[in-house]
């Protein structure tokens, strides 16, 4: 059996042996970083996730709006039920009550059609707008590290909390002296406006998230 080996795995060996073919191995220069470190403790990701959950709670509670229209509908229509199989009324009055059932069970349906849109639409919205905000940062993040690590003249930065398909760390040893992860942050939050640091992740190596949000 073949042994398998990760694509990750060999798109970085061969970009390692490139640049070590190209240059004598003293001057290539690699950087580390912990990408889902940084991108965790970017205050614009914590205010990004803040926003996400008041819209999320928004739309529970609209949610919640048309679900009680719904019941509201369902106990009338069992009203009208009940009336209409009452043999102490009327025919009259049954066949009225049984028409007025007939109209409300299909204001039930549509209520129904209405919820599953609503669910429909909302879901593929949330999952848009987290996966744009997070390009948005990720990208912010990305042009700030490029920027630095061009001017340490670094030939690449390897981020650290990337796995192999095998789920296990791709970057197994590093001394951590050519780590930019502490100063990225830094200077990501050198900007943040009053307040907004008070909200970051007070853990030291943030937990692995298997959110959208996580890059």
């Not at 073949?2 to 073919?21: E, R």
């Not at 049984?98 to 919820?115: F, H, M, P, R, V």
Request: proline content about 4%; cysteine-free; glycine content about 2%.
């Amino acid at each position: 059996m073949k042994k398998f080996v990760p694509l990750t795995f060999v798109a970085v060996t061969a970009a390692l042996l490139a640049f070590a073919n190209a240059a004598p191995a003293a001057d290539l220069k690699i950087a580390t970083v912990d990408l889902r470190k940084v991108f965790d403790k970017y205050y614009k990701t914590v205010e990004s996730t803040a926003g996400i959950k008041q819209e999320a709670a928004d739309i529970d509670k609209r949610r919640k709006e048309l679900v009680d229209d719904a019941k509201t509908n369902e106990d009338e229509w069992r009203k009208l039920i009940d009336k209409a199989n009452d043999q102490a009324v009327s025919s009259e009055e049954r066949d009225k009550s049984k028409k007025a059932a007939e109209q409300k069970y299909g204001e039930l349906e549509s209520d129904k059609e209405a919820i599953t849109e609503f669910d429909r639409v909302s879901t593929a919205q949330m999952h848009d707008k987290q996966q744009q905000r997070r390009d948005d940062i990720v990208k912010e993040i990305r042009q700030v590290l490029n920027a630095d690590a061009k001017a340490a003249g670094y030939n690449m930065v390897l981020d650290v909390s990337g796995e192999s398909a095998n789920m296990v760390p791709f970057l197994l040893y590093t001394n951590g002296q050519t780590d930019m992860t502490d100063a990225l942050i830094k200077e990501l939050n050198s900007t943040a406006p009053p307040g907004a640091l008070d909200a970051l992740p007070s853990t030291t190596n943030s937990p692995k998230s298997s959110s959208s949000n996580t890059p």
